[in-house]
């Protein structure tokens, strides 16, 4: 499975398995990247997790982790006699390594589908949905791997010069109406028509292509852009609009940049 994501290298690789206590529960972000699921014994709202690898003082304090093994009792409770048995299971089964890695494909496939917009989420829900794929009721590696596949394509294709106009009440807290458009014209003119209705409410998110290219449109038909705001009585200053577009585009920053869309300066609120 193709996920991006960047490797963290500080966890040792001693050739042995270890056992954790995820207080709040194995999901995606719960644990370093890199590190292999060998078991995994439930306890309610926690976790026991047997890893590949010895996790460090700075990833057992940054992921909430305590070095502990399961008890007796719950040991008893899932069949085994000792703690012993849990390491020969996990080192006389054939398929540790495949089932290791599912686990692990499955986990990063949860954590890709987490960052994605609500829109696109529900656009996997439905397609799952008509294809027969079970998203919430034990979805195998492979079948996730063929989703994650399929939409990674599709969204890295539109997502960049994708717009999204969205008008909202006046706490900003109700969406009252949205639209998308691929074009940089259609997403401007559907932005000043909204602010009669929402005055300083309306805003277009994209990622960061999607801001160039709408600072670039109205930069190079600054006389349209004048014609449009005055026909609409849009109530920002056409000259501050079209000033602000001839401004190089400040470069996004930060984990979510180039995953989240956000708001494109200066079609933004308020």
């Given at each position: ?80 006699s000792s703690l012993e048995e ?171 940049a180039n995953i989240y869309p ?9």
């Amino acid at each position: 499975m193709k996920i991006r994501h960047s490797k963290i290298t500080a966890s040792v690789d001693t050739g042995m398995s270890y056992w954790y206590l995820f207080k709040h529960g194995l999901g995606p972000g719960t644990m370093p990247k890199g590190v292999n699921v060998l078991k995994v014994i439930d306890d309610g709202w926690k976790d026991y997790v047997l890893l590949d690898k010895m996790l460090t003082t700075e990833e057992l304090n940054e992921y909430e982790i305590k070095e502990a093994t399961p008890p007796d009792d719950l040991l008893a409770e899932n069949g085994y006699s000792s703690l012993e048995e849990t390491y020969q299971d996990v080192t006389s089964s054939a398929d540790t390594a495949v089932e290791a890695a599912d686990n692990m494909n499955i986990f990063r496939f949860y954590d890709w589908y987490n960052t994605l917009p609500l829109k696109q989420r529900h656009e996997v829900d439905d397609w799952c949905d008509e294809w027969g794929y079970p998203l919430y009721d034990d979805c195998s590696a492979e079948d996730l791997s063929t989703i994650h596949d399929h939409f990674e394509s599709e969204f890295s294709q539109r997502n960049e010069s994708n717009f999204h106009v969205a008008a909202f009440g006046n706490d900003y807290d109700e969406l009252q109406t949205s639209f998308d458009f691929d074009n940089p014209k259609a997403a401007i003119t559907k932005w000043v028509e909204l602010q009669k209705a929402w005055p300083l409410n309306v805003m277009i998110t994209g990622f960061q292509k999607a801001e160039e290219q709408l600072r670039e449109y109205v930069a190079a038909h600054p006389d349209w852009y004048r014609a449009l705001s005055e026909k609409h009585h849009c109530p920002y200053d056409p000259e501050y609009i079209i000033a602000e577009c001839e401004k190089p585009v400040r470069p996004r920053t930060g984990q979510y940049a180039n995953i989240y869309p956000d708001q494109c300066h200066p079609f933004g609120l308020g």
